[in-house]
Every structure is written in C-alpha cells, then in structure tokens.
C-alpha cells in the first residue's frame, strides 16, 4: 500500500515531530537541530506545508483560563440516514462555537460530538440551543470528561 507518508526521508520526520512539539521554533533552531543550512530546512518546511503534510501552525490554549474547562463527549443518534439530514446536521453542528470536533461514526449511533463548556451547570443549556434544535437529533447520550488523561496528543512521525 503506497501512502504519502512514504515521500517523508528522516530529516522530513524530525521536522514534523518537531514542528509538533513547538510550532515557534525557528529556522535557525529547526536547522541545527536536523542538520542542515537553514535555507534547506526553510525549504522542506515550506513543501511540507505546500504539499499538505503540515496545515496549521496555532496557539494551544488553556481551555480553565478561557471559561471552558469541562469538556464533554456527546453521542448523537439521527432520526434517519438520510443524505440531507447528515449534510444539514453536519452544517449546523459546524457553526457551533463549543464544538471542537464532531465525527460521523461507524457502530450504535451517528456522531461523536466533542465540545467545551464553562462548567457542568451550563451544559443543559448548551444541550437545548445548540445539539438538540440539530438537524435530525432523535437522541443523545453525553460523556463528561473528569481527567485528560492524554490530551492534545502529537501523531506519531
């Protein structure tokens, strides 16, 4: 089985794994790091963007700093498996501020819905205006999160 991953040699790798751990470091730090002039590491980074192997350089935030510190998991049920009705529930769930993931799922139910509220007394609230007016919700079934045990975790390389 050929996969992209296949065109990474090992300095490709390390720029990854390292771009991952601390996406501030410099061309200068990356370079001496894999071994190269920074010029060449400038340019590997730059494919490496270009051809879709990095697609976002961002800020982790403390969600306890940002007013939201629980986090839940919701399993969605749809009314039916319908086209439209995933295409209008995955439209609207996309709009939602609290949802930070949302995934269309093999097995008992349709969408593992991954969101971050203030706080446990606010998620009945977040449930009636924002999961159940979604396209098709017929039923929901929530998880609360009581520890990260490996939050934010970087992909292997």
Same mark, same amino acid.
């Given at each position: 089985?050929?996969?992209?991953? &296949?065109?990474?040699?090992?300095? &490709?790798?390390?720029?990854? #794994? @390292? ?15 894999? =071994?190269?002039?920074?010029? /060449? ?10 051809? =879709?192997?990095?697609? $976002?350089? #961002? $800020? ?6 940002? =007013? #939201? ?15 439209? +009705? ?7 769930? $996309?709009?939602? %501020? ?8 093999? /097995? =008992?139910?349709?969408? @593992? +819905? ?7 007394? $606010?998620?009945? &609230?977040?449930?009636?205006? +924002?999961?159940? %007016?979604?396209? /098709? ?10 520890? &990260? +045990? ?5 992909? %292997?390389?």
């Amino acid at each position: 089985m050929n996969h992209e991953s &296949d065109q990474l040699d090992l300095i &490709d790798r390390s720029l990854l #794994r @390292l771009l991952q751990e601390d996406g501030r470091r410099t061309t200068l730090d990356l370079a001496a790091r894999v =071994g190269l002039s920074p010029t /060449g590491t400038s340019q590997r980074v730059k494919r490496l963007f270009r051809d =879709g192997f990095i697609t $976002a350089v #961002r $800020a982790v935030l403390n969600p306890q700093k940002i =007013g #939201r510190g629980t986090l839940v998991f919701i399993e969605v049920r749809l009314d039916q498996a319908a086209p439209h +009705v995933f295409d209008r529930f995955a439209e609207a769930v $996309a709009k939602a %501020p609290e949802v930070l993931e949302c995934h269309m799922v093999v /097995g =008992g139910f349709d969408y @593992l +819905v991954k969101a971050r509220i203030s706080e446990m007394a $606010a998620y009945q &609230d977040f449930l009636k205006r +924002v999961i159940l %007016p979604l396209p /098709g919700v017929r039923e929901t079934h929530t998880y609360a999160s009581i520890s &990260d +045990v490996k939050p934010d975790a970087l992909l %292997p390389v």
